[in-house]
């Protein structure tokens, strides 16, 4: 029942924290009152006076109302933005957070926390791209991996393991190596790479192995020598940091645009990013 944008009496956007005290406020799917929550805890958003059959009825998480405040609060600041709007409707489509460049680029951020299948995300960007508009998607709200953050800034480790989800893997490919991630009010850049674990060698039962001594075990047919194995869903992640939001609109193969942050790849040369 939450949200972040009503409508007012004469049908203008108005975003929570600018909702004034006495003011009628509407919702902008099904029409009906909402009202103003501003206390001093969480975000200040709107909800349904009462329970409502509408898109916005079924609410969001405070994570989700967090990451819009954060770009709306951001953007709206940034000297070459002319416009910022949240939840901003796009010919079938919704956009957490719409921005427009003065240089008249748009772009769709999508503030993903709830979970998404590969084809309903690459819908949603096509569907985007089909529009001229950048797509620049922020995951957030996956406990593992706030988990792997957490450490990676708390120790001297370069990377840790995490078992990575198949969007976390569609979106690295999509952003040259990179996704991006929302963790107490902070994107970090992560690159994934694949995890590797020894494999101790073996004589495949047979008897004569406890005998043996180290020559003879790697002389004989029997013996497979240890090796480093390639671990199917795990990947080793990297954390990099950006110096700045400023979004940078690029175009993939087949028509895809999508914006990424102007972070530099400071992982391996190795990987082919186009940059």
């Given at each position: 029942?939450?949200m972040?944008v009503?409508r007012?009496r004469?049908?203008r956007r108005?975003?929570?924290?600018?909702?004034?005290?006495?003011?009628?406020y509407?919702?902008?799917?099904?029409?009906?009152?909402?009202?103003?929550r501003?206390?001093s805890?969480?975000?200040h958003?709107?909800?349904?006076?009462?329970?409502?059959?509408c898109?916005?009825?079924?609410?969001?998480?405070?994570?989700h109302?967090?990451?819009?405040h954060?770009?709306?609060?951001?953007y709206?600041?940034?000297?070459?933005?002319?416009?910022?709007?949240?939840?901003?409707?796009?010919d079938g489509?919704?956009a957490?957070?719409?921005l427009?460049?003065?240089?008249g680029?748009?772009?769709?951020?999508?503030?993903?926390?709830?979970?998404i299948?590969?084809?309903e995300l690459?819908?949603?960007?096509?569907?985007?791209?089909?529009?001229?508009i950048?797509?620049?998607?922020i995951?957030?709200?996956?406990?593992?991996l706030?988990?792997?953050?957490?450490?990676?800034k708390?120790?001297?480790d370069?990377?840790?393991?995490?078992?990575?989800s198949?969007?976390?893997?569609?979106?690295?490919?999509?952003?040259?190596?990179?996704?991006y991630?929302f963790?107490s009010?902070?994107?970090?850049?992560?690159?994934?790479e694949?995890a590797?674990?020894?494999v101790?060698?073996s004589?495949?039962?047979?008897?004569?192995q406890?005998?043996?001594?180290?020559?003879?075990?790697?002389?004989?047919?029997?013996?497979r020598?240890?090796?480093?194995?390639?671990?199917?869903?795990?990947r080793?992640?990297?954390?990099?940091?950006?110096n700045?939001?400023?979004?940078?609109?690029?175009?993939?193969?087949?028509g895809l645009k999508?914006?990424?942050f102007m972070?530099?790849?400071w992982?391996?040369?190795?990987?082919?990013?186009?940059?």
């Open positions: 029942m939450l972040l009503a007012d004469d049908g108005t975003i929570g924290y600018r909702a004034l005290k006495g003011e009628r509407f919702c902008p799917a099904c029409g009906e009152d909402v009202i103003p501003t206390g805890i969480r975000i958003h709107f909800a349904h006076v009462a329970e409502a059959g898109p916005y009825s079924s609410g969001e998480t405070a994570l109302l967090e990451m819009k954060f770009f709306h609060d951001y709206s600041r940034s000297p070459y933005i002319r416009r910022v709007e949240v939840e901003w409707p796009m489509l919704v957490d957070v719409y427009e460049e003065k240089s680029a748009r772009v769709a951020i999508g503030c993903q926390v709830s979970g299948d590969v084809r690459m819908k949603r960007i096509v569907g985007c791209s089909r529009q001229g950048h797509v620049l998607w995951l957030a709200g996956r406990p593992d706030d988990g792997v953050i957490s450490r990676l708390n120790s001297r370069a990377s840790l393991p995490y078992r990575a198949e969007i976390e893997k569609r979106l690295q490919q999509l952003y040259y190596g990179r996704f991630y963790f009010g902070t994107i970090y850049p992560l690159h994934m694949a590797e674990r020894w101790s060698g004589c495949e039962g047979c008897p004569r406890i005998t043996c001594t180290p020559r003879e075990r790697t002389e004989c047919e029997v013996y020598p240890g090796y480093m194995a390639r671990m199917n869903n795990t080793q992640v990297t954390m990099g940091v950006l700045g939001y400023r979004p940078l609109c690029i175009e993939r193969r087949g999508l914006a990424r972070d530099k790849r992982w391996s040369a190795s990987v082919k990013s186009g940059e």
